[in-house]
């Protein structure tokens, strides 16, 4: 099911109101911050930070070259490389592919959240289940995510029992480590049912063709292994040149989503001969993005380390933004994809340029937002000179008109 999210003003005065929820995101988001911090006072990460950005300008002047050999190299193992022009042709393309009443692991991603997948697959007959813990829990009570990393922060380890009472009937400990536990131990034995794996991955090799992902809790590796069909779902940005640019990506993705050195774990998606293997290339916009003056926010890796620290986003959390982006990565995308729709969100920031202190890939998101607010008058600014275009002509017609019957 889709998250169902009022208008954005609405949105903001609920959460303004719950004190709870804004308690525990404070609380969760500070922490998550104060590792970071500890992180970025590192020399290393200096470099790494250097590298990094350097990678994701190279693979948005590069885009074409690298799909090119990823779609070589992957079509040489197996795979079946399909694009999708729009977020329907990308859900339509993985409904053609699921066998009806399949079992579905769905490890959840931007990509995945950005064309609507869970609820369009949601209306069919199948079994979904959303491999990561908290993802799970969010997906149960029909919520995204309010975190990238953190999906739960809106919530106490009592919320989350109460919660899966209510969903799945059974009682789990009140504690952080007895919920995990509990949820872990439930996903692993469900997940190693034989099914479809539907991935949405952190990125793709150009060079080998593999799709990766940081696993930090270990259940990706069990629907892996117990998969009989795996698709993958990519956004056109999220491509690397070489094996050692995964490693550049998977330290400095740590230390600015977990302010952990380095990933637990990095998994790559090999195709192998017992299953049938699809990659999915969404572009949905990007290519227009691309060519024009917002196209820095390509960079994005969707770590969230930009939502850890705006001082909005830790008042009143992700959810308000209605989109699947971290909270300053919508501010400044959500107007620009749809700028009748999220024209508020431009204004959800004080500017204040935390974002981009500590976003590892360089992304300049004060800047892209102040251009989204041009973006919003702009686009109003022609609204209202169309409409009064518009009266002005129906009006001297009607004068026109008046004239040309007479006395
Ligand atoms: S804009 Fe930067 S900090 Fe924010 S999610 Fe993207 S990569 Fe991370």
Redesign the pocket.
């Known amino acids: 099911m889709e998250p169902q999210v009022p208008p954005f003003r609405e949105a903001v005065r609920l959460a303004v109101e719950d004190a709870t929820t804004r308690q525990h995101l404070y609380e969760r988001l500070h922490r998550l911050a104060e590792h970071q911090r500890a992180r970025w006072q590192e020399e290393e990460t200096a470099t790494l930070r250097a590298q990094a950005t350097a990678m994701r300008q190279h693979v948005l002047a590069h885009l074409g070259e690298l799909w090119t050999l990823a779609e070589v190299q992957a079509t040489a193992l197996g795979v079946e490389v399909v694009w999708a022009e729009t977020a329907i042709q990308a859900v339509t393309q993985v409904q053609d592919a699921l066998p009806k009443g399949a079992n579905v692991a769905v490890i959840r991603g931007v990509i995945a959240e950005e064309v609507g997948l869970l609820s369009a697959l949601a209306a069919e007959e199948l079994t979904l289940l959303v491999a990561d813990a908290g993802g799970y829990v969010t997906y149960l009570v029909g919520e995204r995510p309010a975190h990238?990393v953190v999906p739960l922060a809106h919530l106490g380890e009592r919320d989350v029992a109460e919660l899966w009472r209510l969903y799945t009937g059974h009682q789990i400990p009140m504690t952080k480590e007895g919920c995990v536990q509990a949820i872990h131990a439930h996903l692993r034995a469900a997940l190693s049912q034989p099914g479809v794996l539907l991935v949405s991955a952190h990125g793709i090799v150009a060079e080998t063709g593999t799709p990766f992902l940081f696993d930090w809790e270990g259940n990706i590796a069990t629907a892996l292994q117990a998969a009989t069909q795996v698709i993958v779902l990519l956004g056109l940005e999220q491509i690397v040149p070489t094996v050692d640019d995964v490693l550049l990506l998977a330290q400095i993705w740590a230390r600015?989503?977990l302010g952990e050195p380095d990933i637990p774990q990095i998994l790559y998606l090999h195709p192998h001969a017992t299953s049938q293997w699809r990659f999915i290339v969404v572009d949905n916009g990007r290519t227009e993005i691309l060519a024009g003056e917002w196209r820095d926010?390509l960079?994005?890796?969707?770590?969230?380390?930009?939502?850890t620290v705006c001082p909005v986003v830790q008042e009143i959390g992700n959810h308000v933004y209605g989109l699947p982006?971290?909270g300053?990565?919508a501010a400044a995308w959500g107007p620009l994809r749809s700028p009748h729709t999220h024209r508020n969100l431009a204004w959800a920031s004080t500017l204040c340029g935390a974002?981009a202190d500590?976003?590892?890939?360089g992304?300049p998101?004060p800047l892209l937002i102040a251009r989204a607010r041009a973006h919003v008058a702009r686009r109003a600014l022609w609204g209202r000179w169309a409409r009064w275009l518009n009266r002005e002509n129906i009006s001297s017609g009607a004068k026109e008109r008046h004239r040309g019957e007479g006395p």
């Open positions: 990238p600015a989503a926010v960079r994005c890796v969707h770590c969230g380390a930009c939502a982006y971290a300053p990565v974002c500590v976003c590892p890939v992304v998101l």
